[in-house]
């Protein structure tokens, strides 16, 4: 009886000891807005963040802080809004800013997680070698991190430009050769068996899984242009169809991710977090790409699945991309160094009706003296630019947001306490003088 006891409560402290240390895997994919079957795309075929869906809780108000790649990332990973950051463009390296700021994977890796960053993670601008890792912050955030580059026969592509050249980057293009070929899949590959290795380990991890994908040119492994064949997909047409440029092939790594969880039964101590880095318009306002305050740059696809969490369930308040660290903080029972600017979402992921925030905030820059700043609310979406201009859109009578009416007299009560919400995130403050 007492050997049982003692096998008991050894047992116990193992599951409390585990409990306290879960194993992270962030897996973000690149410019993914609401394109996803389960955000309400049917032509968007995502089985598999589908399958994501049904074990986490999606939001359906997730907000980035700035809509794109470097600030967005450098702000979610530091828990600082990027009026706290001031990385505001995708040339900055963010250490150049933050020298001593700890990171949320370098929290959990000085607390002995194992720390892994695989594909992009971190913004990475063009450069190799040793800056490359530098960007990366391998060493600091990371124990192991590393970007992966077509094969051969991967860079072989069938394809056209979309604009007839005009803009360079706006392509697509179908490659010979498999997953692996491509670096999402080895970043997807590299992934797995890492959370293979140090899960047989018994450390806890953080793997975090950068997918390109979809991110512009838009290139995939042919079999996934397969799926839709010509004359299946309507063609957009401003603001009532959308064109579901569906993200399949990383669709089909994060499958790849989940079967390894399957497979461990890692579901149970892993807090798995999926989300874009910022949203993207399809031509709406005849404007491709990301960088606006509307709501189509800003609201980005986050999925949680967490062991207390309520799988298949959908959170409507609105939430922000600096809640994921505290998040984190929460569930591995960890203090940042720093004050976090986000506040931890586990209330909401063990009870999704619960109320949130009262409010979620974006950050523009256009050029070097000019800036633009978002309030969202509920109902209300409130844009004051540092040039002195404004927009106010209804969310509710107005999502397409066409209709600015923030000279409406009737609606400068409102306008004050939005401006007052504003007030307490405070203005752009200069960037330190030491950019790389
Ligand atoms: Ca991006």
């Known amino acids: 009886m007492r050997r049982f006891l003692s096998l008991a409560f050894l047992l116990f402290t193992y599951a409390v000891l585990a409990a306290l240390k ?13 394109t996803v079957n389960c955000y309400g795309n049917p032509a968007a075929k995502t ?32 828990g600082l809004r990027c009026e706290q950051t001031h990385v505001v463009n995708n040339s900055t390296m963010f250490r150049s800013q933050l020298p001593d700021i700890v990171t949320l994977p370098q929290l959990l890796r000085q607390n002995g997680w194992h720390t892994t960053s695989y594909g992009k993670v971190f913004h990475v601008g063009e450069v190799m ?40 980057w706006c392509e697509w293009g179908a490659t010979q050769g498999a997953d692996d070929d491509q670096p999402d899949g080895q ?21 975090a899984a950068g997918f390109h994908r979809p991110h512009d040119p838009f290139i995939s492994p042919k ?36 079967d390894t969880l399957d497979r461990l039964k890692l579901w149970d101590n892993t807090v798995v977090i999926f989300c874009g880095d910022n949203g993207y318009h399809h031509n709406e306002r005849n404007w491709w790409n990301k960088s606006t305050l509307f709501e189509r740059s800003c609201r980005v696809p986050l999925m949680i ?7 298949g369930t959908v959170c409507r308040s609105l939430v922000e991309f600096v809640d994921l660290y505290p998040t984190i903080t929460d569930y591995s029972d960890l203090q940042a160094p720093h004050k976090l600017a986000g506040e931890s979402l586990r209330p909401l992921l063990q009870n999704p009706s ?24 509920d109902r209300w979406r409130y844009i004051q630019w540092s040039d002195g201009h404004a927009e106010l859109y209804d969310e509710l009578n107005d999502p397409e947001e066409t209709h600015d009416v923030h000279q409406d007299p009737k609606n400068q009560p409102l306008i004050e306490e939005l401006k007052a919400l504003l007030a307490k995130i405070g203005p752009l403050q200069p960037a330190r003088p030491r950019e790389t």
């Not at 530098?134 to 430009?161: A, C, L």
């Not at 699945?305 to 799988?311: I, S």
């Not at 619960?354 to 633009?372: E, Q």
Request: include cysteine; glycine fraction near 8%.
């Open 22 to 34: 879960p194993n992270v895997l962030l897996i973000i994919s690149d410019d993914l807005r609401d």
């Open 47 to 78: 089985p598999n963040l589908n399958r994501l869906a049904s074990r986490a809780v999606r939001f359906e108000h997730a907000y980035v802080q700035y809509p794109v790649c470097n600030p967005s990332r450098t702000s979610f990973l530091t």
């Open 129 to 168: 070698g040793e800056i490359r890792e530098g960007w990366m912050d391998v060493g600091k955030s990371w124990d192991e991190g590393r970007m992966f580059q077509p094969t051969s026969e991967g860079k072989v592509i069938e394809g056209r430009n979309l604009t007839g050249g005009k803009l360079r």
């Open 187 to 207: 970043t997807a590959k590299n992934s797995i068996a890492t959370i293979e290795k140090f899960t047989a380990g018994g450390k806890p991890w953080m793997v």
């Open 223 to 258: 079999k996934y242009f397969d799926l839709y064949p010509p004359g299946s997909l309507k063609l957009y047409h401003d603001p009532t169809n959308i064109t579901p440029l569906a993200p399949l092939s990383m669709d089909a790594q994060v499958g790849r991710l989940m």
């Open 305 to 311: 699945a967490a062991p207390d969490a309520k799988p």
């Open 354 to 377: 619960a109320k949130g925030r009262d409010a979620a905030f974006t950050l523009v820059t256009r050029g070097a003296n000019k800036y633009g700043q978002a309030v969202r609310t």
